[in-house]
């Protein structure tokens, strides 16, 4: 049956047309059952031959943690990107499609051991660290390997900060370089992360003032840099516009050859939200109403636990509502997951059309790290993602 939805011009301009007009036909050709994640497989490709292009000598490493869903997954390994992974389970999943180990890295700086051991195995060689017990573990377990330190940075201006858990300052990264070589390690390379959903492009300033800084300390320890990570960030359209990949490309390329003698330097860049984030249009549906003292509750679906448990952490994501026999008032509205946890609450005073139970909800910009961090707590299942 055909839908109709009401879609407006600011959500018409967050969303590739060709993107919300495949995935608006897909949804009037089968009858779907919700919540589900559909993928606009030629979004993904589009985006993976753009990201990295502007950079010279970079290779480019898909986040596998932003959406680690088999076909996502089987799609990219016909593509011209690697993999970047944390854990034992995004590790099994590739080597089930049978991804050669010189497409994987692993940039969690510290990694379980029984991980360090099966990815050594599997034949990767490329790892971040930033402690000394990560050494201990690296030189036991993958000896010889390349290793690239994390430096911590500055994540302001990024919707998703990731500048608390890991990285070190330059000094006791020094410390690390040599330590890894005095372990028979290959202390190659310098990593960072500018924070998820970053939308500030200096961050990427002071990031690579401090991987020159090092660079040149270690340069005079005798230990040659010749790799530069530059983790993940690029940010996607969710309620507002964004810096472009091309923007962001031109001005860190620039950093880097102001910084860096470019001859002997590789770029590896892991993009994970901006490669499946915009390709990706969740698809829920109402499961109730109600009037409250504080105000009109929608409830659907797919929720905090789920599938939108980043919008718990600030990610506002932009809504089309199913619209059959609306009255064309728009209400504020308050958006409830499927469960009974009071944390459950994905957004306030949402400005919507009034749907009907079992309307359609569309959650643009949710391809990525949704389905990765959904849990089926109370019951409620996982959304399906199909490839469309
Ligand atoms: C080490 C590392 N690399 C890459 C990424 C991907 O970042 P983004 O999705 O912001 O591109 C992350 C995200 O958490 C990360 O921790």
């Not at 990264?173 to 970053?198: D, E, R, W, Y």
């Not at 009255?327 to 009071?342: H, R, V």
């Not at 079992?358 to 109370?378: H, K, P, Q, R």
Request: aromatic fraction near 8%; charged fraction near 20%; glycine fraction near 10%.
């Amino acid at each position: 049956m055909v839908k109709s939805f009401k879609i407006e011009d600011t959500a018409a301009k967050l969303v590739e047309k060709s993107t919300l007009l495949k995935i608006l036909n897909y949804i009037d050709t089968v009858d779907l059952k919700t919540p589900v994640l559909l993928m606009d497989g030629d979004r993904i490709r589009r985006n993976a031959a753009t990201i990295g292009r502007g950079i010279d000598g970079c290779k480019v490493f898909y986040a596998v943690k932003a959406n680690p869903s088999v076909e996502v997954l089987r799609l990219l390994t016909g593509l011209d990107v690697g993999f970047e992974i944390s854990n034992i389970g995004e590790l099994n999943v590739l080597s089930a499609l049978g991804v050669n180990p010189g497409r994987i890295i692993s940039s969690n700086p510290v990694k379980t051991t029984d991980f360090i051991k099966s990815a050594y195995s599997y034949g990767v060689r490329y790892f971040s660290y930033d402690s000394p017990t990560e050494i201990e573990k690296l030189s036991q377990h993958a000896p010889n390997s390349n290793l690239y330190v994390r430096l911590a940075i500055p994540n302001e201006g990024s919707e998703w900060p990731l500048s608390k858990k890991f990285g070190v300052e330059i000094e006791d990264a020094m410390s690390l370089l040599t330590a890894a070589k005095a372990k028979g390690l290959n202390p190659l390379g310098i990593t960072f992360h500018v924070g998820s959903q970053c939308n500030n492009i200096y961050n990427w300033n002071i990031a690579l003032d401090k991987a020159r800084l090092l660079s040149d300390m270690a340069r005079e320890a005798g230990i040659t840099i010749s790799l530069i990570n530059i983790g993940g960030g690029y940010p996607i359209k969710y309620t507002k516009s964004v810096l472009t990949v091309e923007a962001i490309e031109r001005h860190i390329n620039k950093l880097i050859k102001e910084r860096f003698d470019t001859t002997g330097i590789t770029v590896h860049l892991e993009p994970g939200r901006a490669v499946v984030g915009d390709a990706g249009i969740m698809v829920a549906r109402v499961t109730g109403k109600a009037d409250r003292l504080d105000g009109r509750w929608l409830y659907i679906d797919v929720g905090v636990f789920n599938g939108l448990m980043e919008s718990i952490g600030g990610i506002k994501y932009t809504y089309i509502t199913e619209t059959r026999g609306t009255t064309g008032i728009k209400d504020n509205w308050t958006l409830a997951g499927p469960s009974c946890d009071s944390f459950d609450v994905i957004d306030k005073n949402v400005q919507l059309y009034e749907p009907e139970v079992g309307d359609m909800v569309l959650i643009l910009s949710g391809g990525a790290y949704t389905i990765s961090y959904a849990s089926e707590f109370n019951g409620c299942s996982i959304p399906e993602t199909l490839i469309v």
